[in-house]
């Protein structure tokens, strides 16, 4: 099956600093790829979409200064925290769709962000 | 607006027992509906969607666009079923984007 991958897994930085997570595809071409953002025993948010080559289209209420998302090839897509605080310590999850057909999307381990 | 409901945050049934996790949706047009599952460490993988009308790991879910709802069903619960449920749509519009239910922990007992 497709396979997503996240890095890092898990991350602790200071407030103020900027943190960036990549999700890539390892064996197949993703035009898409989604931003999520899951609290504790919550749901998974969507924050944004990412397609390959153009800018990536925010969910209402998302940041896209403070969320910065860069889709440079069909296999990578950077999701940068910048300036971040406590309130923006989550669970961030990307995903993948496979090439232009279907609506199946592939889903990364997730990255455990800490901001102190 | 879409919207997806799972009115239950837990279930716990007994190994052996019949599960039956709800999904309810709304949305004005033809939706896409998928069941994604969550075991205990691990990433979340899609489980089944309604279009294939097949039967994973013995679960199987109907659409049922009169009541707009999309349950999850297996005849006997295993213990190894305990894990988050997510019930998703996708409009289908372009975008591709899922809309996700809140989920519901299924909790199998031994």
């Known amino acids: 099956g497709a396979v997503v991958s996240q890095h890092p897994s898990r991350v602790i930085c200071k407030s103020g600093t900027s943190v960036k997570i990549e999700c890539r595809s390892l064996d197949f071409q993703a035009t898409t790829m989604f931003w999520y953002r899951q609290f504790p025993k919550q749901s998974l948010m969507l924050m944004a979409t990412s397609n390959e080559g153009s800018k990536a289209t925010y969910e209402q209420g998302v940041e896209k200064d403070k969320f910065l998302i860069n889709h440079a090839s069909l296999t990578l897509s950077t999701l940068t925290v910048t300036s971040a605080h406590p309130e923006d310590s989550s669970f961030y999850i990307c995903s993948a769709r496979v090439g232009s057909s279907g609506y199946e999307q592939f889903f990364g381990p997730g990255t455990r962000l800490t901001v102190l | ?110």
């Open chain 2, 1 to 110: 607006a879409q919207r997806v409901t799972q009115p239950e945050k837990l279930l716990s049934v007994f190994k052996g027992a019949p599960v039956e996790l709800k999904c309810n949706y709304s949305y004005s047009g033809s939706p896409e509906l998928f069941w994604y599952v969550q075991y205990s460490r691990q990433r979340l993988q899609l489980l089944l969607r309604h279009i294939s009308r097949e039967s994973i790991k013995g679960f199987t879910a109907d659409l049922n666009k009169g009541e707009t709802s999309f349950h999850l069903k297996k005849p006997f619960a295993q213990e190894e079923d305990s894990a988050m449920y997510y019930c998703a749509l996708c409009s289908g519009a372009g975008s591709y984007q899922l809309t996700f239910g809140k989920g519901t922990k299924l909790s199998v007992i031994p």
